[in-house]
């Protein structure tokens, strides 16, 4: 079983907020709304540029570590 990573974009014709996968990132998706077409890109990026596997993976990796250390932090409090 595997774990599928999400992040939320806004789409840029109808401004729903949608899950994206972190794999489409760099890619051209649609929109389930309105149907646009647009590049998957999460805005915290500066680059928009393509990444590559190995990228999306630590990016995963690194907000896993972020929420987890924020919960922990939160649990002690």
Request: aromatic share 6%; charged share 15%; net charge positive.
């Given at each position: 079983?595997?774990?599928?990573?999400?992040?939320?974009?806004?789409?840029?014709?109808?401004?729903?907020?949608?899950?994206?996968?972190?794999?489409?990132?760099?890619?051209?998706?649609?929109?389930?709304?309105?149907h646009?077409?647009?590049?998957?890109?999460?805005?915290?990026?500066?680059?928009?540029?393509?990444?590559?596997?190995?990228?999306?993976?630590?990016?995963?990796?690194?907000?896993a570590?972020?929420?987890?250390?924020?919960?922990?932090?939160?649990?002690?409090?």
């Amino acid at each position: 079983m595997s774990i599928v990573t999400y992040f939320i974009q806004q789409c840029p014709t109808c401004g729903r907020r949608l899950q994206v996968r972190i794999n489409d990132l760099g890619r051209n998706v649609s929109c389930q709304h309105c149907h646009a077409e647009f590049t998957a890109s999460d805005p915290s990026m500066s680059s928009s540029q393509p990444i590559s596997a190995l990228d999306s993976v630590e990016m995963a990796l690194r907000k896993a570590e972020a929420f987890l250390s924020a919960r922990t932090h939160h649990a002690t409090m």
